[in-house]
């Protein structure tokens, strides 16, 4: 049986564990060092983990202005960015099921968003299959804005069907 996924927004007594997380060198194109990822928290960016049986094992950011930040993203829309699991932790399909939960977590911290928006490089694969398994679908779009090179524009609804026709 795979241990449960948590996402929460992190709090002070994450922040020894989170320091600690990386990934592999060659995701780092991508991904970007702790350090760079916690720069960019403020109070319209905010820093969530990935837990395992109390663990943190992965990391991302809620971008609140993201779509006001992006011309490719609804002026309403949240930005995920610098989504990750530590390299220790990988193919474990932890990744997987963090997407998969963040449309639940997400609904619930910001009952406001109807969308969320990402960004993920073109020579990143298994990252887009991810990001695919966890619900989100690929606009058929390209960024061109990255450091790394072209990304891939993924969205993801996040309001139900019933809730829509309302």
């Given amino acids: 049986m795979q241990s449960q996924i948590k996402l929460e927004g992190m709090k002070p007594g994450h922040l020894e564990q989170v320091a600690a997380l990386s990934v592999v060198e060659s995701q780092l194109p991508f991904v970007g060092t ?3 990822i916690l720069v960019n928290v403020d109070d ?3 820093p969530v983990v990935i837990q395992m ?3 943190v094992v992965g990391f991302f950011l809620v971008d609140t202005q993201y779509g006001q930040r992006y011309d490719f993203a609804p002026g309403d829309a949240l930005g995920l960015r610098g989504f990750f699991v530590d ?10 099921r963090a997407v998969a939960a963040l449309k639940t977590f997400l609904r619930a911290e910001y009952p406001h968003a109807h969308q969320i928006v990402l960004t993920v490089n073109c020579k990143n694969p298994a990252a887009k299959i991810c990001y695919e398994r966890g619900g989100f679908i690929d606009v058929g779009e390209l960024y061109h ?3 790394a090179g072209p ?3 993924m969205s993801m609804m996040l309001e139900t069907q019933e809730e829509e026709a309302r």
């Fill in 34 to 36: 702790m350090e760079e």
């Fill in 44 to 46: 319209v960016v905010h």
């Fill in 53 to 55: 049986e109390a663990r």
């Fill in 87 to 96: 390299q220790h932790y990988q193919g474990q399909g932890i990744g997987t």
């Fill in 145 to 147: 804005g990255g450091a």
């Fill in 151 to 153: 990304q891939h524009v």
